[in-house]
């Protein structure tokens, strides 16, 4: 890594970020910004026009610093199409519905998950369901696009270079085999597999700003943008920077708006024996390789539960009430059952409820960080997950939640380490594999109380709410 700064871009689906960092890994400013779904004839889309006006004027903001490069980071279910050189329309949102009948037809295509690694999920979380119904919305646009993830279309608004990139293609798009390293044969057959822009690495430099870009921000045209990855993979990129994790058999949960569990195992596994209805799933890293994953949205979930900003149950001073409430909670059997989130996480069909809801702020906020660590400990249960589990992002720091799961996993050293900027740090370890975090992990210590009674009655709970459901 030379001596210049390196900016990275890392645009989520609720936050847009912008930080720049120094050669040594330090990071010097960040900005960010809350993304708004744009509607678009009545469906919603991702608002890429305006997440770059934002975009150019934060890198201007970097105009008298010496950078050298630009690395983009993006969430995993975007697809953009490109036509004479500009975006065709706004991408779709994955959380727009898509329509029962397409879905179906859609799903009649799909490849075996055995194949993919993909599961089948609502809305336009493969994205290859997203090409389906833009094959249908937008036809003779969509027989010429050239098509992009989402991170990568970040690379392309700055250097006018299309690619693509595997760390993307290969998140339960249903177009990527991660076995075979290749488009899946759905991707074939549809055709998009001939339409998605050459596939770079993660770390490939595509080119340098376009001039309109580095007049625009006043950065030198000579800034290197690299084709970039995706954000849950960008954070086990940083994980594996420390030693404890490294190559060893570990697992990172990235928490967010989504609760993504990714095993990297010591030894290769089966991963066709992940259980594609419980949104398991295999993602790709950098290097091409398997990595079985479980999802549930839990970020939205307690954002949900506590209708309040998600940072309730994680900001600093909050943090001895909240484990403070935590024996009321046990002793009265306070619970929440899955899901809150319909179609989604290892309860998928499960029904949400309350059991003995407190009237208590505190007691319902430590609830809900009982909630998202049974549910978590479950999902993590399913793809193998032991010995090392280190959580990352925004709920890194809620303790309950923590201390929660290193009590339910006693044979697992859970740590924690920074909680704001793993997947940045990780999109700078591209440019330099040696690069090591600042600090070091911190090992969580379980809760004071015993979850074992607690958790066996959530199962029996969560057990007969299914009966009744299915009933």
Same mark, same amino acid.
């Given at each position: 890594?030379?001596?210049?700064?390196?900016?990275?871009?890392?645009?989520?689906?609720?936050?847009?970020?912008?930080?720049?960092?120094?050669?040594?890994?330090?990071?010097?400013?960040?900005?960010?910004?809350?993304?708004?779904?744009?509607?678009?004839?009545?469906?919603?889309?991702?608002?890429?026009?305006?997440?770059?006006?934002?975009?150019?004027?934060?890198?201007?903001?970097?105009?008298?610093?010496?950078?050298?490069?630009?690395?983009?980071?993006?969430?995993?279910?975007?697809?953009?199409?490109?036509?004479?050189? @500009?975006?065709?329309?706004?991408?779709?949102?994955?959380?727009?519905? &898509?329509?029962?009948?397409?879905?179906?037809?859609?799903?009649?295509?799909?490849?075996?998950?055995?194949?993919?690694?993909?599961? *089948?999920?609502?809305?336009?979380?493969?994205?290859?369901?997203?090409?389906?119904?833009?094959?249908?919305?937008?036809?003779?646009?969509?027989?010429?696009?050239?098509?992009?993830?989402?991170?990568?279309?970040?690379?392309?608004?700055?250097?006018?270079?299309? &690619?693509?990139? $595997?760390?993307?293609?290969?998140?339960?798009?249903?177009?990527?085999?991660?076995?075979?390293?290749?488009?899946?044969?759905?991707?074939?057959?549809?055709?998009?597999?001939?339409?998605?822009?050459?596939?770079?690495?993660?770390?490939?430099?595509?080119?340098?700003?376009?001039?309109?870009?580095? @007049?625009?921000?006043?950065?030198?045209?000579?800034?290197?943008?690299?084709?970039?990855?995706?954000?849950?993979?960008?954070?086990?990129?940083?994980?594996? +920077?420390?030693?404890?994790?490294?190559?060893?058999?570990?697992?990172?949960?990235?928490?967010?708006?989504?609760?993504?569990?990714?095993?990297?195992?010591?030894?290769?596994?089966?991963?066709?024996?992940?259980?594609?209805?419980?949104?398991?799933?295999?993602?790709?890293?950098?290097?091409?390789?398997?990595?079985?994953?479980?999802?549930?949205?839990?970020?939205?979930?307690?954002?949900?539960?506590?209708?309040?900003?998600?940072?309730? $149950?994680?900001?600093?001073?909050?943090?001895? @009430?909240?484990?403070?409430?935590?024996?009321?909670?046990?002793?009265?059997?306070?619970?929440?059952?899955?899901?809150?989130?319909?179609?989604?996480?290892?309860?998928?069909?499960?029904?949400?409820?309350?059991?003995?809801?407190?009237?208590?702020?505190?007691?319902?906020?430590?609830?809900?960080?009982?909630? %998202?660590?049974?549910?978590?400990?479950?999902?993590?249960?399913?793809?193998?997950?032991?010995?090392?589990?280190?959580?990352?992002?925004?709920?890194?720091?809620?303790?309950?939640?923590?201390?929660?799961?290193?009590?339910?996993?006693?044979?697992?050293?859970?740590?924690?380490?920074?909680?704001?900027?793993?997947?940045?740090?990780? %999109?700078?370890?591209?440019?330099?594999?040696?690069?090591?975090?600042? +600090?070091?992990? &911190?090992?969580?210590?379980?809760?004071?109380?015993?979850?074992?009674?607690?958790?066996?009655?959530?199962? *029996?709970?969560?057990?007969?709410?299914?009966?009744?459901?299915? @009933?």
């Amino acid at each position: 890594m030379d001596s210049g700064a390196t900016i990275v871009i890392d645009l989520g689906k609720t936050l847009s970020k912008v930080s720049l960092w120094d050669a040594g890994g330090h990071m010097l400013d960040r900005q960010v910004r809350a993304n708004i779904p744009l509607e678009v004839g009545g469906i919603r889309r991702l608002d890429a026009p305006a997440i770059g006006a934002w975009l150019l004027d934060t890198l201007g903001r970097f105009a008298d610093v010496p950078v050298s490069r630009i690395v983009p980071v993006g969430h995993g279910a975007g697809v953009c199409a490109l036509i004479d050189g @500009a975006l065709a329309f706004p991408p779709l949102d994955y959380e727009q519905p &898509v329509p029962e009948a397409v879905l179906a037809g859609y799903r009649a295509q799909r490849d075996p998950f055995a194949q993919t690694g993909s599961p *089948a999920l609502p809305d336009g979380l493969n994205f290859g369901s997203q090409l389906y119904w833009l094959d249908q919305l937008h036809p003779d646009t969509m027989a010429r696009a050239t098509l992009l993830p989402w991170a990568q279309y970040w690379a392309w608004f700055l250097t006018g270079t299309a &690619v693509s990139e $595997v760390t993307s293609l290969g998140c339960h798009s249903d177009l990527w085999c991660p076995q075979d390293a290749d488009f899946s044969p759905m991707a074939e057959r549809r055709g998009w597999a001939s339409r998605f822009a050459p596939i770079k690495r993660a770390g490939d430099v595509v080119g340098t700003l376009r001039p309109e870009i580095a @007049a625009a921000t006043g950065l030198s045209p000579d800034v290197q943008v690299l084709a970039g990855l995706h954000d849950s993979n960008a954070a086990l990129l940083a994980a594996r +920077g420390f030693a404890e994790i490294a190559d060893n058999e570990a697992t990172v949960l990235s928490t967010g708006t989504w609760f993504i569990g990714m095993r990297l195992p010591a030894t290769p596994v089966d991963t066709t024996a992940l259980p594609e209805a419980r949104d398991c799933l295999v993602n790709v890293d950098v290097h091409g390789r398997a990595v079985p994953s479980a999802r549930f949205m839990g970020g939205r979930e307690i954002e949900t539960l506590i209708e309040i900003d998600t940072r309730r $149950v994680d900001i600093k001073p909050d943090q001895p @009430a909240l484990l403070a409430a935590v024996p009321e909670v046990l002793g009265r059997g306070r619970m929440i059952l899955p899901t809150l989130m319909r179609g989604f996480g290892p309860f998928a069909q499960g029904r949400f409820g309350w059991i003995n809801r407190p009237e208590d702020w505190f007691e319902r906020r430590a609830a809900a960080c009982l909630y %998202a660590a049974l549910v978590a400990d479950t999902a993590l249960d399913l793809i193998g997950a032991s010995d090392r589990l280190l959580v990352e992002g925004r709920f890194a720091e809620a303790e309950v939640f923590v201390r929660a799961l290193a009590s339910l996993r006693p044979d697992t050293a859970v740590y924690t380490a920074n909680a704001h900027n793993d997947v940045s740090f990780g %999109a700078l370890r591209l440019i330099d594999p040696t690069l090591t975090p600042q +600090g070091q992990l &911190v090992r969580v210590q379980p809760l004071d109380a015993d979850l074992s009674s607690y958790r066996n009655r959530w199962q *029996a709970e969560v057990a007969a709410s299914a009966e009744r459901t299915a @009933a």
